[in-house]
């Protein structure tokens, strides 16, 4: 079974720093490109960070380019985000999702979530 | 920067089709996915590659797309799937992956 599970959020004041980790199972982790996802509460989905399965290439959305940075190890299954510089409107449920190897473009596993409080 | 258009909400009758947009500037020639949320839960993708199912996906979940709208049809519509349905594509300009603004679809 495929599992994409994320950890290391929690409640940091603006300005800090964060970072959340995806522990991947069940499948070929190395073979996959891996997305991360935000939503805000009662709000949409947010694309916010891609990184291929080699690391060869990234890609980030403008509103936390050089703030946050996408990493990860094939040998450990893992996946990261740091995020630093942290806002406000950093605030949101963080997924992983999992690249379709039938259609690059379509997320088809996503993680439970984690919640990224950013507040004073 | 790409932008995707969707209604904030749908309603439809049990049994009935529901048919929900999604706007973009030439999106038949880009392709599309479409997510269903539930409240509380993690996005699942129903749709991808415009009109394509993944295993496990009902067919009463089906796509299309052509011009400047794509469309999510949901027949048979059953209270089950009463959810958020969010549209997606990857700008190739940009780099970047964008998701509409969601659509609640509710059933009366």
């Known amino acids: 079974e495929v599992q994409l599970v994320e950890s290391g959020g929690g409640l940091v004041q603006p300005g800090g720093s964060l970072r959340l980790s995806c522990a991947a199972s069940?499948?070929?982790?190395?073979?996959?490109?891996i997305n991360w996802v935000r939503q805000a509460p009662g709000k949409g989905l947010e694309w916010i960070s891609y990184?291929?399965?080699?690391?060869?290439?990234?890609y980030y959305a403008d509103s936390v380019k050089d703030r946050f940075t996408i990493s990860r190890d094939n040998a450990k299954n893992s996946l990261w985000l740091q995020m630093d510089s942290l806002r406000d409107e950093d605030t949101a449920v963080y997924y992983c999702?999992?690249?379709?190897?039938?259609?690059?473009?379509?997320?088809?596993?996503w993680g439970q979530g984690i919640l990224v409080t950013v507040s004073s | 920067s790409y932008v995707l258009t969707q209604p904030p909400s749908w309603s439809v009758a049990p049994g009935q089709t529901a048919r929900i947009p999604c706007g973009g500037n030439?999106?038949?020639?880009?392709?599309v996915q479409w997510y269903q949320q539930k409240s509380g839960q993690a996005p699942v993708l129903v749709v991808y590659?415009?009109?394509d199912r993944p295993s496990g996906i009902p067919e009463r979940f089906s796509g299309s797309n052509s011009g400047n709208t794509a469309i999510l049809t949901v027949s048979r519509v059953e209270a089950g799937d009463e959810a958020d349905y969010y549209c997606?594509?990857?700008?190739?300009?940009?780099?970047?992956?964008?998701f509409g603004g969601g659509t609640k679809l509710n059933v009366l």
């Open positions: 999702a999992r690249d379709s190897l039938a259609a690059p473009t379509a997320f088809d596993s």
């Open positions: 069940g499948f070929t982790f190395s073979s996959y490109g």
């Open positions: 990184i291929s399965h080699t690391s060869s290439t990234t």
């Open positions: 030439n999106i038949g020639s880009k392709s």
């Open positions: 590659e415009d009109s």
């Open positions: 997606q594509v990857w700008d190739s300009s940009s780099d970047h992956a964008v």
